[in-house]
Each structure stands twice: as structure tokens, then as C-alpha cells.
Nanobody, 122 residues
């Protein structure tokens, strides 16, 4: 009964900014890493960035210095602030969360959102 849902995608011009949101809900006992991956048509799904519960981050090389992850543990939410966007950032962005289900010991699993489209074009 765990669900992960992203929102905030859309069309933006090069150099612009966009903020994505992701919320995990359901029968959750605890969440370890949360973060973002992206996949362009015909390409591999790549790491955008992740954050652990204590605020430590891990970013993909292509977004370092431009994208920022933040997290609200109390709300089971993670955000992606994207700045200085480039056409190469166009992709479907997926939220991921490493979750242990309530009342099920050692039940850690990676859950994925449905994806939200980000298009960077003039």
C-alpha cells in the first residue's frame, strides 16, 4: 500500500527554473534514501540525485551546481529545484524512495513514482 507520486513537471525555456515535488505515502515504517532519476527517449535511466535522512546528497555529474535536492522527513517528501535548465535536461523525471513497510521486518524495497515530464525548449 506504499505509493510514491511526483508532480511539478512542465515546459520551460533554456536557462529557466522548475521545482519538482515527490511524496511517499501509505503503510510506511521508515524511509532511507529518497531522490530523483531521469530518462530521455532512447536512453538509459540516469541518476539525478539522492538524499539520505540526514541531509547528505549524491548528485549526477551532469546536474552538479544546477540542481538542488531538499527533503522533509516528517512529510515523507523530497524536492528537486532545477536551475539553469538546458535542452539536454529534457526527460521524464522519476522519484525513488527506499522504504520499509510498517509491521514487516526487513522489508526494505525501492519504490518508484509514475514519472513527470520536463521539457526544456525555446
Amino acid at each position: 500500500q506504499v505509493q510514491v507520486v511526483e508532480s511539478g513537471g512542465g515546459l520551460v525555456q533554456p536557462g529557466g527554473s522548475l521545482r519538482l515535488s515527490c511524496k511517499a505515502s501509505g503503510s510506511i515504517f521508515n524511509i532511507r534514501d529518497m531522490g530523483w532519476y531521469r530518462q530521455a527517449p532512447g536512453k538509459q535511466r540516469d541518476l539525478v540525485g539522492t538524499m539520505n535522512p540526514f541531509g547528505a546528497t549524491n548528485y549526477g555529474d551532469s546536474v552538479k551546481g544546477r540542481f538542488t535536492i531538499s527533503r522533509d522527513n516528517a512529510k515523507n517528501m523530497v524536492y528537486l529545484q532545477m536551475s539553469s535548465l538546458k535542452p539536454e535536461d529534457t526527460a521524464v523525471y522519476y522519484c525513488s524512495a527506499d522504504i520499509r513497510a510498517r509491521l514487516i521486518p526487513n522489508s526494505w524495497s525501492i519504490y518508484w513514482g509514475q514519472g513527470t515530464q520536463v521539457t526544456v525548449s525555446s
